[in-house]
């Protein structure tokens, strides 16, 4: 018999009932129900219920998973919130999908949920204009933003110059992110990630961007295929001077939060403490990080003491 949409049976659900065994993360995994999805995420075990919240919300296609190196890093400073956004990861899928609004408003969703009124949000590629919305329609919400590898924009069209710019990217990518991504983007499917394209090339991003009000650090990596050149960014970041800090970071492509995690984990923190962005030497690797732009509104950095 098929099930009436009011029984539980016909709700759009994750893989509640197939939890691994094995945690994946040191976060602690859980779920919640938003407008009638399940949505999967994981959280930080143990912080004091009084720390800052700090959410990751994840990029084009995949879930929170490739998120949780850098996450893992900042869980015992801030309260960590990692979901797999609905439609995407292990959370059900909406009945219909959801847009760059739409994926906010979820997030919104979420953040009611867990009785979480304000936010710093930390987002990779597409969760950046889905930031950016969030900050438009709940700017109240919203205590600081951080951007890495921002996609969405002209850059990224039309949809065959965004394959083949994450193709490029792929190959600069560590080898280990394949067994992350390659599961996530073959349950997304091909039909959704054309329709999240369009409605990526339909966003304002740049609009959204320029017109934020909270202070915002943007990191952006050298060897990123997926983004214009730092000249050009930095051009375009010049055309406000409200909030905005711009990093750029030498050696890294796009999924930055999974490749250098120790060195966006120290920017990071620098940032939320308004400090000067400087490199961490204890991060392995050869990433070195400096500003290219901070916005005459932007919080004055202090020495660090």
């Known amino acids: ?172 990518e560590p080898a280990r992110m394949i067994s992350v991504a390659a599961p996530d983007y073959l349950r997304f499917g091909v039909p959704s990630t054309v329709r999240m394209f369009k409605a990526l090339t339909r966003y304002p991003s740049l609009d959204r961007l320029l017109a934020l009000q909270v202070p915002t650090l943007v990191v952006i990596g050298d060897r990123d295929p997926l983004m214009p050149d730092a000249d050009r960014i930095r051009e375009i970041a010049g055309r406000t001077e409200n909030r905005v800090l711009l990093v750029v970071m030498e050696g890294a492509a796009h999924a930055i939060n999974f490749s250098n995690p120790g060195e966006l984990a120290n920017v990071a923190r620098l940032f939320m403490a308004d400090q000067r962005i400087v490199d961490d030497p204890e991060s392995p690797g050869h990433a070195r990080v400096f500003e290219i732009h901070r916005g005459s509104l932007h919080p004055l950095p202090g020495d660090g003491s």
């Open 1 to 172: 018999m098929t099930p009436k949409p009011t029984d539980p049976a016909a709700r759009p659900v994750g893989e509640r009932r197939r939890l691994p065994r094995k945690p994946a993360s040191a976060l602690a995994e859980r779920w919640t129900t938003v407008d009638g999805i399940d949505v999967f995420y994981r959280e930080s075990a143990h912080v004091d219920t009084g720390a800052p919240v700090m959410m990751h919300l994840h990029g084009f296609g995949l879930s929170g998973r490739y998120l949780l190196p850098t996450a893992e890093l900042l869980q015992d400073e801030f309260r960590t919130l990692v979901p797999d956004l609905p439609g995407f990861g292990r959370s059900g899928k909406p009945p219909h999908p959801l847009d760059v609004p739409g994926l906010a408003h979820a997030a919104a969703a979420f953040l009611d949920a867990q009785q979480i009124e304000k936010v710093t949000l930390i987002g990779n590629s597409m969760g950046c204009p889905v930031i950016c919305e969030f900050a438009y329609h709940y700017p109240e919400r919203l205590e600081r933003a951080i951007l890495v590898s921002p996609a969405g924009g002209v850059h990224n069209q039309p949809l065959r110059r965004a394959i083949a710019q994450l193709a490029r990217d792929g190959g600069r």
